[in-house]
């Protein structure tokens, strides 16, 4: 009986007499498993699940989730979503557990699915149809042709009112499929998303826009200079005022000319044309009069006297 050998190949970088048969490593016993745990959807995320979410908020709410959160919470009627329709109303009404009802056709119609168009050579580039498209559909900027991508487009209408141009047209590419039947759950997931990301980045631009403005206010108030307390200027002394020594120069003539003329008038020296004064002399006196009352010097040991003179008329 003979034995046939078979020859091993050998490995690279290492001699014929040193290869060995490795086995398979046998994996060691770990303490450590991995759980997954799956958490249950709440009511308004199923009902979220679904709708059409076209977040043309013809239901009223300002998207699809704040209307599946309101159906959740007995606030509304799972019958106001036009783009869903009557399919769309039986499938909240399983989900619910309640009756197939019609659509409330106050919040709209059910009807084929629309695409928005823009006339490009009426377009002014004002962007306001950008800021209104709630999945971010339109592409365009400030001052530039404005554009759909009509893959992207839920039909929402939102565009059309804010339009100062009436440039956009809501056209039909359905034909006669309405409601889910004009719409696949992949679209419907799809505008979920692209609305999601856009409120994300509206909040961060939001988030940043404030930072920036607290950084200049920040910026303003640190280069600020203070502004100087206003100082009352001390009160100025009789000495100090030019006014005040005027006054009291004048006063001082007054009182010297009053005491000379009543030492004259004892000695019987007093003025002797007081009776038939000249027009001229007369225009005199009363200019004087004029300035002490101006001055506040009218006192009645001041005030001129019938028969008397004046002692500071101008020659």
Not at 2 to 8: D, G, H, P, Q, W
Not at 61 to 90: F, K, S
Not at 154 to 178: E, F, K, S, Y
Not at 254 to 267: D, N, P, Q, S
Request: hydrophobic fraction near 35%.
């Amino acid at each position: 009986m003979s034995v046939k050998a078979e020859r091993v190949p050998e490995r690279a970088g290492l001699a014929p007499n040193r290869q060995r048969a490795h086995a398979a490593p046998v994996p060691k016993a770990s303490t450590q498993f991995l759980v997954t745990a799956t958490v249950p959807k709440t009511l308004a995320e199923r009902i979220e699940d679904l709708l059409p979410q076209t977040q043309c908020t013809k239901c009223g709410y300002p998207a699809c989730r704040p209307y599946a959160e309101a159906i959740a919470a007995g606030e509304a009627n799972y019958n106001q979503c036009p783009p869903g329709g009557a399919e769309g109303i039986a499938r909240l009404a399983a989900l619910l557990a309640k009756p197939d009802i019609p659509l409330d056709t106050t919040h709209g119609v059910e009807r084929a699915r629309p695409v928005a168009v823009i006339d490009e050579n009426v377009c002014i580039g004002c962007t306001l149809c950008m800021q209104a498209c709630p999945v971010d559909a339109i592409v365009g900027a400030a001052k530039q042709m404005h554009t759909v991508i009509a893959e992207l487009c839920t039909g929402c209408d939102l565009c059309v009112p804010p339009c100062p141009v009436d440039c956009i047209a809501m056209v039909p590419v359905t034909g006669v499929r309405t409601g889910w039947d004009a719409w696949s759950q992949n679209e419907a997931d799809a505008a979920r998303a692209r609305h999601d990301r856009r409120v994300a980045r509206l909040e961060r631009e939001r988030v940043a826009a404030e930072a920036r403005a607290s950084a200049r206010q920040a910026a303003r108030a640190a280069h600020a200079k203070p502004q100087p307390i206003p100082q009352t200027p001390p009160a100025q002394s009789a000495s100090d005022d030019p006014e005040a020594k005027k006054r009291a120069i004048i006063q001082a003539a007054l009182e010297r000319a009053r005491k000379k003329k009543e030492e004259m008038a004892k000695l019987g020296a007093g003025p002797k044309n007081t009776d038939h004064v000249s027009a001229a002399v007369q225009a005199q006196i009363d200019t004087a009069e004029e300035r002490r009352r101006r001055l506040g010097l009218t006192g009645d040991e001041n005030a001129s006297h019938p028969g008397e003179g004046e002692t500071d008329i101008e020659p």
